[in-house]
């Protein structure tokens, strides 16, 4: 079964630019979500998707991330203008509800100079 | 809100000995199941245990098992014969069934001395 994808693996780019991510959950997979770790530190929740649709996006700072999951399949996160402090790495995972559990993919990492 | 703490940032096991790491958890929910996730430099989060929150007999797999007190919302995990394999970070979580929310501790850095 193949897995959470996620590209690209690493970015390097500097303030004030922009940067977008991709992940391609598993077949079938209605939840799909986006967590921010910053090094040290437990996964944040961003945003969680149900289908198309925002289930929470309570700390997605909107003034400069930007999420969507169009048809409901594979969902792309947007940082414009990236800042210092976003720095981390971007962890995408997908569930289905019946398995209650998460999978998740490798992550990109991103370093904003 | 849910919300999941780990108290210890970092522990350290001798090769072969038995390691346990705390989490506690508080929701108000009923329906809500606990993982414990293992995060080596990879960055991919790998599946350690799971818990059913209906459910009182201890999750085992393998050489990991669960300490789960539903009372005191206090989800542990024991690592015994620990292996070099095992030195990672280990976060504890727990998925709300209502809203398939999924929430994360801070994370214990598990370090295995040889």
Not at chain 1, 54 to 79: C, H, M, N, W, Y
């Amino acid at each position: 079964e193949a897995g959470v994808a996620q590209s690209p693996r690493y970015k390097i780019i500097e303030k004030r630019q922009s940067v977008a991510f991709w992940c391609n959950p598993i077949s079938g997979h209605a939840t799909l979500y986006w967590y921010q770790q910053i090094l040290g530190q437990g996964p944040k929740l961003l945003i969680q998707f149900q289908n198309n649709g925002v289930v929470d996006d309570s700390q997605l700072p909107k003034d400069r991330f930007s999420a969507e999951r169009l048809k409901g399949v594979d969902s792309t996160l947007k940082i414009q203008p990236a800042k210092l402090e976003d720095s981390a790495v971007y962890l995408c995972a997908s569930s289905l509800r019946e398995e209650n559990r998460a999978f998740f993919g490798q992550g990109t990492r991103l370093t904003v100079v | 809100a849910q919300t999941v703490t780990q108290s210890q940032p970092e522990m350290s096991v001798q090769e072969a000995e038995t390691v346990t790491l705390s989490c506690t958890y508080d929701t108000s929910e009923s329906d809500y199941y606990l993982f414990w996730y293992k995060q080596p430099p990879s960055r991919q989060m790998i599946l350690v245990i799971r818990q059913e929150a209906y459910k009182q007999q201890n999750a085992t797999e393998n050489r990991f098992s669960v300490n789960f007190q539903k009372a005191a919302k206090s989800f542990s995990l024991k690592i015994s014969d620990s292996q070099l394999g095992d030195a990672a970070m280990y976060f504890c979580a727990v998925l709300i069934n209502t809203g398939n929310q999924f929430y994360f501790g801070t994370g214990t850095s598990l370090t295995v001395i040889p």
